[in-house]
């Protein structure tokens, strides 16, 4: 069951990271449904936030392997932080799983088909209107630089011939933000820009994200 509105670590986390790294224009964002994350008191930013990951038997064989407290570790500050919160997201390079990402992680779709599910439904108008739509996509797995552009340049041919589509495209992975302008009339080498996390940054955007809980 997905949590209270105000308190979902993901959307948090999203937000937080918006900001940090684009700039003030995300502090308004605060967390509602449909989208996820929105201006607050107005209809200038609607951002869905979702998550996707590899389509194998592997990935998700490593998913449950290594959900936090199953997977032996030594004991550290990060392992504390981990077990006491229940998420990883930002700790331990991506390699564990928090018991309270489980269910995240687990009902995640593989990135194509989670792209044309939410493209969809920004098109059906289920989102409803806002000045500036974005879709932010959480990643299991490190993409690629040209895995991303493949996932923009697709989300761009599913919404070519909507009345309502997504202005933007955010796809997070533990170490980068892939920030895609999916606007009309703009050469592809324009479109993206990535931004590497630090993990000092990480850590940060972990620790904000589990004190909003």
């Known amino acids: 069951m997905k949590q209270p509105f105000g308190t979902c670590f993901f959307e948090q986390y999203a937000q937080i990271t918006l900001s940090a790294i ?4 995300y502090d308004c964002l605060v967390n509602m449904d449909r989208p996820d994350l929105q201006s607050k008191g107005s209809r200038a930013i609607g951002i ?3 998550r996707a990951m590899e389509e194998s038997r592997k990935a998700e064989q490593e998913l449950l392997k290594d959900i936090a407290g199953i997977t ?3 004991r550290d500050m990060d392992w504390e932080q981990i077990m006491e919160s229940g998420y990883s997201y930002g700790l331990k390079k991506g390699r564990y799983i928090g018991v309270k990402e ?7 779709l593989p990135l194509r088909r989670i792209l044309q599910s939410k493209v969809a439904k920004v098109g059906n108008g289920f989102y409803g209107r806002f000045q500036n ?3 932010y996509v959480f990643c299991r797995d490190n993409l690629l630089e040209a895995g991303a552009i493949k996932a923009m340049n697709y989300t761009i041919l599913l919404q070519k011939d909507l009345e309502i589509k997504y ?5 997070a992975d533990i170490d980068d933000l892939f920030v895609c302008n999916l ?5 592809e080498s324009s479109r993206m820009e990535r931004y590497h996390i630090t ?3 990480r850590t940060a955007f972990y620790t904000e994200a589990v004190s909003r809980q």
């Open 22 to 25: 684009l700039g003030s224009e």
């Open 102 to 108: 489980l269910s995240y992680w687990s009902m995640a």
């Open 133 to 135: 739509m974005g879709l």
């Open 48 to 50: 869905e936030v979702t």
């Open 72 to 74: 032996p570790e030594p």
């Open 183 to 187: 606007d009309d009339g703009l050469k």
């Open 167 to 171: 202005n933007h495209l955010y796809l």
């Open 199 to 201: 993990q000092q940054q």
